[in-house]
């Protein structure tokens, strides 16, 4: 599977930003979808997943009430509402693909990546 992922900006805080996660090749619907981003000088860190079904989801806690991660199988896109962003919430933003159910929090666990898109949060 290739992932492109799309709708970074730069934004105020407060503000909103949808991000796009468009996949390629067959069976987008066995693949778990994670985003994960990544800050200047900081370890690339989980931000929200969605089992293959959309039936659970997962956010670390810094984002959870305030960011919505959700999938359209047909479309092949799943998505990530951002809603209340925070200075804090500036990085790269990749999207990426595993196979196993387990390890969702776990950058290591995903086999496939997006390119990543910019999110710049101002004051």
């Known amino acids: 599977v290739q992932l492109q992922a799309s709708g970074g900006g730069l934004v105020q805080a407060g503000d909103s930003l949808l991000l796009s996660c468009a996949a390629t090749g067959p069976a987008f619907d066995t693949y778990h979808i994670g985003w994960l981003r990544q800050a200047p000088g900081k370890e690339r860190e989980f931000v929200a997943a969605i089992l293959r079904n959309g039936g659970y989801r997962y956010y670390a806690d810094s984002v959870r009430g305030r960011f919505t991660i959700s999938r359209d199988n047909v479309k092949n896109t799943v998505y990530l509402q951002m809603n209340s962003l925070k200075i804090e919430d500036a990085a790269v933003y990749y999207c990426?693909?595993?196979?196993?159910?387990?390890?969702?929090?776990?950058?290591?666990?995903?086999?496939?990546w997006g390119q990543g898109t910019q999110v710049t949060v101002s004051s």
């Open positions: 990426a693909a595993r196979s196993l159910m387990g390890g969702y929090n776990m950058a290591a666990s995903y086999g496939y």
